[in-house]
């Protein structure tokens, strides 16, 4: 079995064997198109600048369309939100996908998002340097 190359990778020398991720990180047009494009694609690796671009670009979307509905509908907390309800709804497969995908990074189940916290530190710290059982490491290139 041939092992996989990265393209680019950064080595760390601190490990005998050295460990292996893309050197670039993903910019927050190429995460959002990305998880857009492979909105219900559960299968595969993402990395943490796909994740956390694709998070603030939502948080930043959730923002403006919560403007919106407090100028056309009032600031009220009994006050319709129609806009930000169809924004949660258009992305609510993405949003999970990704963090799935992930989870993925680190070779464990997507399940693990049910777990309080811990889901939370595997979207924080790096993945999995080599390929797992759920592929090679993102390469954090579109296409």
Same mark, same amino acid.
């Given at each position: 079995? $041939?092992?996989?190359?990265?393209?680019?990778?950064?080595t760390? $020398?601190?490990t005998?064997t050295g460990t /292996?991720r893309p050197? $670039?990180?993903?910019s927050i047009?190429?995460s959002?198109?990305?998880?857009l494009?492979n909105?219900v694609?559960?299968? /595969?690796? !993402?990395s943490?600048?796909e994740? +956390?671009w694709?998070f603030?670009a939502?948080?930043? !979307?959730y923002?403006?369309t919560g403007?919106?509905?407090?100028?056309?509908?009032?600031?009220?907390?009994?006050?319709?939100?129609? %806009?930000? +309800?169809?924004?949660q709804l258009?992305?609510?497969?993405p949003?999970? !996908?990704?963090a799935?995908?992930r %989870?993925?990074?680190h070779?464990k189940?997507? +399940?693990?998002?049910?777990?309080?916290?811990y889901?939370?530190?595997?979207? %924080?710290?790096? *993945?999995e340097?080599?390929?797992?059982?759920? *592929? @090679? @490491? @993102?390469t954090?290139?579109? *296409?």
């Open positions: 079995m $041939q092992e996989y190359q990265p393209d680019t990778v950064v760390d $020398q601190s005998p /292996g050197l $670039q990180m993903m047009s190429d959002v198109v990305n998880v494009t909105y694609g559960f299968d /595969g690796r !993402a943490r600048s994740y +956390w694709f603030l939502s948080f930043v !979307a923002f403006i403007l919106i509905d407090a100028l056309a509908f009032g600031v009220e907390l009994t006050d319709p939100t129609p %806009i930000s +309800w169809i924004l258009a992305i609510f497969l949003t999970l !996908a990704v799935v995908r %989870i993925h990074d070779g189940s997507g +399940w693990y998002l049910l777990v309080p916290f889901n939370l530190y595997l979207c %924080i710290v790096d *993945g340097a080599m390929p797992n059982a759920y *592929g @090679p @490491p @993102p954090n290139k579109l *296409g």
